[in-house]
């Protein structure tokens, strides 16, 4: 009986202390109940300024989780940290947490970590540009490494779509939310660098990719053009560049996709399927419902590899590993 009872506790004990490590939704109502109000605040102000900074602020939460999971590591300015990565490239927007960081510590010293915040301000970020609301759980801590090498394999640019389907796979997400999660695109900007063989010299023949919408291609061209500056930025989805919507998966169906990535869902099978399911005659009804099942793939994402309990820490700095 006594081994019987030792178990019993034993197993008590890990059951409370796994539960009390995961997140949960109002973590900090009590320890810092105006947190989420400061973190939207820092993004509305920031939105306002530059409507370009919701997309950017999405990216973060994005790239952060796909290296050592959502734990802020991305934050880090340092020489050789995983901002230093190719594979990071145009992130932008730090400054945006670091001010909502600030306003938390003189509020809540020492209470609300840089990757909630990061996970919070994607959330708010998405609801500025007129998308679904909803709860984010929190209660993550921040990671005490950040390296250069550990994003290597962040899903690129230049990925093929089964690539793609494998590195989402690594992460425990689905081929459905690697089709939701590149939705977010639809408040999403790109450089003409990332266009340039698409649109003069696609293999194997060269010239333009063929899957662009001829309606498209000269406008394309038009704002990169050959020999240009590959800087110059321009919207991933046409004609709603700044509202959260499903018209970026319409404009992958009708070949109006600016990132060969982007255009690949709809020539592979399984992803094409799943674009065409959000606009079947009873979707968002019946059938799927993209902005509920955008939040779900979105949630999921920011669970990625989280440090919760006595795992991480509450860094002051964002920027910098205490």
Known sequence: MAFISFTFVLSL??????????????????????????????????????????AAL???????????GCDGSILIAKTGSERDSP??????G????????????????????????????????????NGPNYQVPTGRRDGRVSAKADA?????????????????????LSVTDLVLLSAAHTIGTTACFFLENRLYNFPPRGGADPSINPRFLP??????????????????????????DKNFLDNVR????????????????????IVDSYFGFLSGLLGPNFNGDFVKSMV???????????????????????
């Open 58 to 68: 999405l990216r973060i939460h994005y790239h952060d989780c796909f290296v050592q």
């Open 254 to 273: 009708q070949g109006f996709a600016v990132l060969q990535t982007d255009a690949e869902l709809y020539q592979d099978v399984s992803t094409k399927a």
């Open 87 to 92: 594979s990071h490239a145009g992130l932008r």
């Open 152 to 172: 290597s394999n962040m899903p690129d640019a230049a990925d093929p779509i089964q690539v793609l389907k494998k590195k989402f796979s690594e992460k425990g």
């Open 94 to 129: 730090f400054e945006v947490i670091e001010n909502a960081k600030t306003t938390l510590e003189a509020m809540c010293p020492g209470v609300v970590s840089c990757s909630d915040i990061v996970a919070l301000a994607a959330r708010d970020s998405i609801v500025v540009s």
């Open 219 to 244: 406008e394309l061209q038009g704002i990169c053009p050959k020999n240009g500056d590959v800087n110059v930025r321009l919207g991933l989805d046409r004609g709603s560049q700044f509202a959260f």
């Open 13 to 54: 004990i890990l059951v409370v202390t796994l539960s009390s490590a995961q997140l949960r939704v109002n973590f900090y109502s009590r320890t810092c109940p105006t947190a989420e109000f400061i973190v939207l605040n820092a993004v509305v102000t920031a939105v306002r300024s530059d409507p370009t900074m919701a």
């Open 300 to 322: 999921k994402m920011g669970q990625i590899g989280v440090k919760t309990g006595t795992d991480g820490v509450i860094r002051k700095n964002c920027s910098v590993l205490d």
